[in-house]
């Protein structure tokens, strides 16, 4: 089964989020197609705050994945949008990836 609503992976190097959203984005699993975004490189203000409505207005019962890949330096500028997320119950789970 896999987890609807919106997956935060937080990665700690930029080029790591990036790759890691392009492999999500270019599989096609069975179950249906897993949208992935690269908050790192959501920069521009009204590409931003479009995606940002989306998000918001997924119902709570949406049938989308979307995982969401950022560093933790781009985690402020989504500070908001995230917590809106979790308040309306969209984002399911948060992920933090490390090296050794």
């Given at each position: 089964c896999l987890l609807r609503g919106v997956t935060l992976v937080i990665v700690p190097l930029l080029v790591l989020g990036s790759d890691q959203s392009e492999k999500f984005n270019d599989a096609t699993p069975p179950f249906g197609r897993v949208?992935?975004?690269?908050?790192d490189q959501v920069k521009c203000g009204k590409i931003q705050q479009?995606?940002?409505?989306w998000l918001l207005h997924?119902?709570?019962?949406t049938t989308h994945?979307?995982?969401l890949f950022a560093s933790p330096q781009t985690l402020d500028g989504w500070a908001s949008?995230?917590?809106?997320?979790?308040e309306r119950q969209l984002l399911r789970f948060i992920t933090i990836v490390e090296f050794m």
């Open positions: 949208l992935s975004v690269n908050l479009n995606f940002c409505n997924l119902p709570a019962t994945s979307i995982f949008t995230l917590q809106l997320l979790l």
